[in-house]
């Protein structure tokens, strides 16, 4: 198989959308105000092609019915009107909107900050066991050093006084038990 057929998906806005929304970050869902989920609803919309190709066939639509007879014949003043009033609600919406995205960018930032600071104490931590481990285990090896060395010394002690009992079996003064001669 090639590698082309196993390409990642581009990220959507609905695949962004529901990343962030589901991040213990970020509040969503209940804890939103309504200016919050509207925000982030208008921002979903306003900031879509959808939105983009609805507003040009709506415009089609105003202009071919409207041209030379209709309730707004040609220059379309009550479109120019309409659409002036929709450019002014528009700013402040998005506005309001880009608001909304960055205190989500916050709530991310704020985060990956506590985040980073829990991971720099638990990475400290973890060096102290580290070098309290290197000692602990030092102490072992030296330990065991000393076992081994003790063993030694007392196997030569065993082989030592095995030794004087099976050569000298008649006691250290060469003659009977009980010093009779």
């Excluded at 959507?12 to 929304?21: E, G, V």
């Excluded at 099976?166 to 006691?171: F, H, S, T």
Aim: hydrophobic content about 40%; aromatic content about 6%; charged content about 20%.
């Amino acid at each position: 198989m090639t590698s082309a057929t196993h390409r990642p998906k581009a990220p959507t806005i609905s695949r962004i959308h529901s990343h962030w929304s589901h991040h213990p970050g970020v509040r969503s869902g209940d804890q939103l105000t309504l200016g919050e989920r509207a925000a982030d609803a208008t921002r979903n919309g306003m900031g879509s092609w959808t939105f983009v190709f609805c507003a040009l066939v709506f415009l089609a639509l105003w202009m071919s019915l409207n041209g030379d007879h209709g309730f707004d014949k040609y220059p379309f003043i009550l479109l120019n009107l309409v659409l002036s009033c929709l450019a002014a609600m528009q700013g402040a919406i998005l506005l309001i909107a880009a608001k909304r995205a960055d205190q989500i960018s916050a709530e991310l930032a704020n985060h990956t900050f506590d985040n980073t600071q829990t991971a720099r104490d638990l990475l400290e931590q973890h060096k102290l066991l580290l070098e309290e481990n290197t000692a602990l285990t030092q102490q072992v090896r030296d330990l065991s050093e000393q076992t081994n060395t003790i063993a030694a010394q007392l196997e030569h002690l065993t082989g030592e006084l095995h030794r004087r009992i099976v050569e000298e079996p008649d006691g250290p003064a060469g003659g009977a038990p009980g010093g009779a001669p």
